[in-house]
Each structure stands twice: as structure tokens, then as C-alpha cells.
Nanobody
Framework: QVQLVESGGGLVQAGGSLTLSCAASGGTFSRSAMGWFRQAPGKDREFVAAISVSSGTAYYADSVKGRFTISRDNAVNTLYLQMNSLKPEDTANYYC????????????????WGQGTQVTVSS
């Protein structure tokens, strides 16, 4: 079983940057596909980005493509999300999740979830 803990959220002005981290323990991070999702108040949880086991493939939601970068370091069991050019509509609670390979964009495919980290972008 994988335990996931997100960190790095906060308050940032529009146009700014943040890097989220997701520390994994208790499982097989290096053999899990990983994803980032987000949920704004009153909205469904939505896919943001996903990455394959070997970091060979990454996939992004259209809304973040070109601004966000997902990466992972299997040596330290950590997933990252570099977020640049942030917009107020990026405001949400961001979650990392672990999946069996190959990666998926569907929340229903992910087996383990973190508690989330809040990102607030002011205009």
C-alpha cells in the first residue's frame, strides 16, 4: 500500500510559479504510474497530468499544457508538479495519486491518493 503526502501549495499571484511535491512511502512508487489531479470548490476532481513509471511519457490536460511540468525521482520516491504562469482558474486543492501502469487520466483508475495541498492564485 502506498502512502502519499503532498506539499508545496500556497498563495501566489497570477503569473507566478509553484512547485508541488508528493512524497511516497510504504509501497512500490518506482513501479507505479503517477498523476496529479485538482478539485476546486463546487467542482468535480479533474485530471491535471500523469507520468509513466520510467518518466518516459507524460500527459497533460489541455488547460495546463505548456505551463505545468510533471516529473518524478524514483530514487527518492517523489513526484513533482512544476507550475508556471499560474492563473486564478488554477486555484484548487491539488492531489497526487498512484496507479498501476500504464498511466490514466481517469480518477477511477487510481488506487491511492494523498490528502491534497491547496493552491490559491490571486488576480
Amino acid at each position: 500500500q502506498v502512502q502519499l503526502v503532498e506539499s508545496g501549495g500556497g498563495l501566489v499571484q497570477a503569473g507566478g510559479s509553484l512547485t508541488l511535491s508528493c512524497a511516497a512511502s510504504g509501497g512500490t512508487f518506482s513501479r507505479s504510474a503517477m498523476g496529479w489531479f485538482r478539485q476546486a470548490p463546487g467542482k468535480d476532481r479533474e485530471f491535471v497530468a500523469a507520468i509513466s513509471v520510467s518518466s518516459g511519457t507524460a500527459y497533460y490536460a489541455d488547460s495546463v499544457k505548456g505551463r505545468f511540468t510533471i516529473s518524478r525521482d524514483n530514487a527518492v520516491n517523489t513526484l513533482y508538479l512544476q507550475m508556471n504562469s499560474l492563473k486564478p482558474e488554477d486555484t484548487a486543492n491539488y492531489y497526487c495519486a498512484a496507479d498501476s501502469p500504464p498511466y490514466s487520466t481517469s480518477i477511477y483508475e487510481y488506487d491511492y491518493w494523498g490528502q491534497g495541498t491547496q493552491v490559491t492564485v490571486s488576480s
